[in-house]
């Protein structure tokens, strides 16, 4: 069995992501690993050379930032590190620049990668998904947020990231997953108040104008976390390969951010309440149908 590793990566320093971290948490797992790496203007190039040169592959790209509507220009590099994946690999995993997996679920998805390769009717694996938000102390826990993503794919042709690269497709159709017991640490929402609003800006450039993005978010020194919903006490570990960027953060609240974030509106809290309560996510968004 053949597993290759792939992610996009573009000023993963300026944006401080985690992005040696992402690839460190699933490289054991992989034969091999396929960066596209975008047209920096920082040392990210240097910083993905010096992580393991004899597994990991860089095709160097340019980014396409006429596409700009819904955020196409993602898919686009995510497509153009599958291109560069060879035909005989079994399985993809999937790694954003500001996600990791911990080492405790690696056994897990290697052994469901062995199960499920001969089973046609699987044709991705469905993980589940932590979204830290503000510091590593706190997870962002509400419908706002998505819960579940297609992160580790069988080479089938065909396959392509959709819309704006948060999940994928087979010739347009959804992909037939099976729901695994294993998470993703999304931690691209992990910055001081500065940098968080810093973040909402740089993020929505590829979404929207510039005109609108100084409209809906001028420049500000604080962060008023209305994107987070609804932030819960984290309780468990991080992956060993987070530690030390853990150990540097240089930055503290002094107020239990739980209390911080607004309330719902009586719709979202309803709904909220009603997953509480039973598990189920009412109309909730799935670009994928699970069938195992």
Request: proline share 3%; charged share 30%; aromatic share 12%.
């Amino acid at each position: 069995m053949k597993v290759t590793g792939f992610t996009f990566l573009r000023n993963a320093i300026i944006n401080d992501y985690p992005a040696k971290e992402a690839i460190l948490s699933i490289l054991p797992l992989c034969d091999d690993f396929v960066v596209a790496l975008g047209n920096s203007t920082d040392e990210t190039a240097a910083l993905v050379k010096s992580i393991e040169p004899k597994k990991i592959r860089v095709i160097d790209t340019i980014w396409d930032e006429s596409i700009r509507e819904g955020g196409r220009v993602f898919a686009d590099e995510t497509n153009k590190a599958i291109a560069a994946i060879s035909k005989d690999t079994d399985w993809m995993i999937y790694i954003q620049g500001d996600e990791a997996i911990h080492e405790d679920y690696l056994p897990l998805i290697k052994k469901e990668m062995e199960l499920e390769l001969g089973n046609h009717n699987v044709e991705a694996l469905l993980l589940k998904y932590k979204h830290f938000y503000a510091s590593y102390d706190y997870l962002a826990e509400s419908r706002r947020w998505y819960r579940r993503e297609v992160r580790i794919l069988k080479n089938l042709p065909g396959i392509h990231s959709y819309r704006d690269a948060q999940g994928f497709r087979i010739d347009n159709r959804k992909l037939k997953v099976k729901l695994i017991d294993a998470y993703i640490y999304h931690y691209g929402w992990v910055k001081p108040p500065k940098g968080l609003q810093g973040k909402v800006r740089n993020f929505n450039q590829f979404y929207q104008t510039e005109e609108w993005i100084e409209e809906n978010y001028p420049v500000q020194k604080t962060f008023d976390m209305h994107n987070a919903d609804r932030l819960v006490h984290f309780k468990g570990t991080h992956p060993k390969v987070m530690e030390q960027r853990i150990a540097a953060a240089n930055w503290t609240f002094e107020k239990d951010l739980t209390k911080e974030t607004p309330k719902m509106n009586f719709r979202r809290k309803l709904l909220q309440k009603i997953e509480d309560l039973t598990g189920l996510r009412l109309f909730e968004y799935r670009n994928y149908k699970i069938v195992k």
